[in-house]
């Protein structure tokens, strides 16, 4: 069964400090590979995924992650936050199948001081 | 980009009761939705996969008597959660995969149902 491990569960950071959070995920064959945002009250929204091809994505926001399959990781940076980035953030995978559910990990608050 | 919308947005229902939940997709077909419950600063649990046409597929732990799944269309997937009682006081989300797109896509949220059992 696929699973998603998120390391850090609350990040506190001061705006224009780098950001990476953990994110491992367990199975064996094909996967697409998500982050999503969800800010104060609002809904998920799509960060940036990962099906194929250049494992260095970019999302929206300046947000990127990074796909390393040899360490079932996909690791999401940006290299400024601004206070606006204070949200949570779930690292999600799929099977590869367009119908296959998605499992997302626990989640990373994210505050970002001002 | 594709739609998907929830109904209603917020339920306040006695103990006892059964509220049913809409799930739509405004401006794609799936063959396939997706329902998710959430708890307060929890992430999204998986609770079942919606077949249009067929019978849902629920998740380990999640009562099917309880969490009824209907998906009667290429647009449109319901969950009614039957005799509710506090505890099923949660945040609700459907999702949804447009079926024309190839086999990589991505799912499109609902802006989810937050339920109140009181």
């Known amino acids: 069964a696929q699973s998603v491990s998120q390391h850090n569960h609350h990040v506190i950071l001061s705006e224009a400090a780098s950001l990476e959070l953990g994110c491992n995920y367990s199975?064996?064959?094909?996967?697409?590979l998500f982050w999503y945002v969800q800010y104060p009250g609002q809904h998920l929204q799509l960060l940036l995924k990962y099906f194929s091809g250049d494992p260095l994505v970019k999302g929206i926001k300046g947000f990127e992650a990074e796909f390393i399959k040899s360490k079932f990781s996909f690791n999401l940076r940006k290299p400024s936050v601004q206070w606006s980035d204070t949200a949570e953030y779930f690292c999600?995978?799929?099977?590869?199948?367009?119908?296959?559910?998605?499992?997302f990990g626990k989640g990373t608050r994210l505050h970002i001081l001002p | 980009g594709a739609v998907v919308s929830q109904h209603p947005s917020w339920v306040i229902c006695k103990s006892g009761t059964s509220v049913k939940i809409e799930c739509r997709s405004l401006?794609?077909?799936?063959?396939?939705m997706f329902w998710y419950r959430q708890f307060p600063k929890q992430s999204l649990m998986l609770m079942a996969t919606?077949?249009?046409?067929?019978?849902?597929?629920?998740e380990q732990g999640v009562e099917k008597d309880k969490f009824l799944i209907n998906h009667a269309s290429l647009t449109l997937s319901t969950l009614t959660v039957t005799s509710a009682h506090p505890e099923d006081s949660s945040f609700y989300i459907c999702?949804?995969?447009?079926?024309?797109?190839?086999?990589?896509?991505?799912?499109?949220f609902g802006q989810g149902t937050r339920l109140t059992v009181v």
């Open positions: 999600a995978v799929n099977a590869g199948n367009r119908d296959d559910k998605i499992i």
């Open positions: 401006d794609f077909q799936a063959t396939t």
């Open positions: 199975y064996g064959g094909t996967v697409n």
């Open positions: 919606s077949n249009e046409g067929s019978k849902a597929t629920y």
């Open positions: 999702s949804a995969t447009p079926l024309s797109t190839g086999a990589n896509t991505e799912a499109f």
